[in-house]
């Protein structure tokens, strides 16, 4: 009965390949979020999409692409993995469009480690 | 944009003792102040939030205060039990209102 459930746990990978994470909800909320969360704990929003349409891209490199077959599916592909992409990746999801007055609710992330 | 400032970065505290964490921010159109507390190996869960027409929400040993004039907020924990110790998270919408900004976060450690 996992709310928010994303695969891998773990990722470790090489520089330089393509990789993907996948985010699913069952709380049938409207919008998804791809979280990243440095060493230091930081946590920083990359994208949000509200019923399968991107509403938030925060300046990510364009070798993150998320993509959303359905509004209960957010996956997040990167090509050309870098040493700095290095993180702890989350997925949220939360009801209506957006942050106002809405929790968010979280998966238990993605550690991903590039070699 | 919103710019959150959360401090302490740590806090130490006795078993029964109170803990308190303080967040700023800077867009005043903000409305709706989550936190969230983060276990080892687990994604953030919301534990209580506050909306902008209230001062104060309680719940159990946790509450939440708000200073719209001053733009601060703070969370209170009292009784601190072990299983109290993690990483906690404050956030604030701005006033686009489509994403949260989150504080960089307070490692608390109660010592039993």
């Known amino acids: 009965d996992t709310a928010v459930s994303q695969t891998p746990k773990y990722l470790v990978t090489q520089m330089g390949n393509d990789k993907s994470i996948k985010c699913e909800q069952n709380?049938?909320?409207?919008?998804m979020y791809w979280y990243k969360q440095d060493s230091k704990k930081f946590l920083k929003i990359m994208f949000s999409?509200?019923?399968?349409?991107?509403?938030i891209n925060e300046t990510v490199p364009n070798r993150f692409s998320p993509k959303s077959p359905d509004k209960a599916h957010l996956n997040l592909h990167i090509n050309s993995l870098e040493l700095g992409d290095s993180a702890v990746y989350f997925c949220?999801?939360?009801?209506?469009?957006?942050?106002?007055?809405?929790?968010?609710?979280f998966g238990d992330g993605t550690r991903l480690s590039i070699l | 944009g919103e710019n959150v400032e959360q401090h302490p970065s740590t806090l130490s505290v006795q078993e029964g003792d109170s803990a308190v964490i303080k967040c700023t921010y800077s867009?005043?159109?903000?409305?709706?102040f989550p936190w969230y507390k983060q276990e080892l190996g687990k994604g953030p869960q919301l534990i209580i939030d506050?909306?902008?027409?209230?001062g104060e929400k309680k719940d159990q040993r946790i509450a939440v205060t708000l200073n719209k004039t001053a733009k601060h907020f703070s969370l209170h924990i009292t009784e601190t039990q072990p299983e109290d110790s993690a990483v906690y998270f404050c956030?604030?919408?701005?006033?686009?209102?489509?994403?949260?900004?989150f504080g960089g976060g307070t490692r608390v450690l109660v010592k039993p």
């Open positions: 999409y509200n019923n399968k349409e991107l509403i």
């Open positions: 506050i909306r902008s027409n209230v």
């Open positions: 956030a604030a919408p701005g006033a686009a209102g489509n994403k949260l900004t």
């Open positions: 709380l049938g909320h409207d919008t």
């Open positions: 949220a999801s939360s009801q209506g469009q957006g942050a106002l007055n809405q929790p968010q609710h």
């Open positions: 867009d005043s159109a903000s409305n709706y």
